[in-house]
């Protein structure tokens, strides 16, 4: 954040811009990429949404966080189990 105080009315809508762009990038369906980018600080984000989703009282910021958490989830889900294709190919001899 850039040092202001959410609690303050006049900070609280800067606050939600700067949260909501850093969730956008997460959520916007960026897949391997996001762990890419974001690879030092994945657990840092996952903490800091987990707490934007239990504590603030702002709904639409949970929203945005829960939005941002079903991505992130959805995206390690893809990473650890991968769409596993099962071919057989089959050769006839002569």
């Known amino acids: ?13 800067e606050a ?4 909501q762009a850093r969730c956008g990038g997460v959520y ?4 391997v990429v996001v762990l890419r980018v974001l690879s030092d600080v994945l657990l840092d984000l996952y ?3 987990k707490w934007v989703v239990r504590s603030d009282p702002d709904d ?9 958490l079903e991505e ?3 995206v390690m889900r893809r990473f ?8 057989k190919k089959i050769v006839v001899l002569p």
């Open 60 to 68: 639409v910021t949970v929203l945005h966080a829960q939005l941002a």
């Open 80 to 87: 650890i189990f991968p769409e596993q294709k099962l071919e």
């Open 16 to 19: 939600k811009e700067e949260e």
């Open 47 to 49: 903490r800091a949404l």
């Open 1 to 13: 954040m850039r040092g202001t105080d959410p609690d303050r009315p006049e900070h609280k809508g």
């Open 28 to 31: 916007s369906g960026g897949g």
């Open 72 to 74: 992130l989830d959805d």
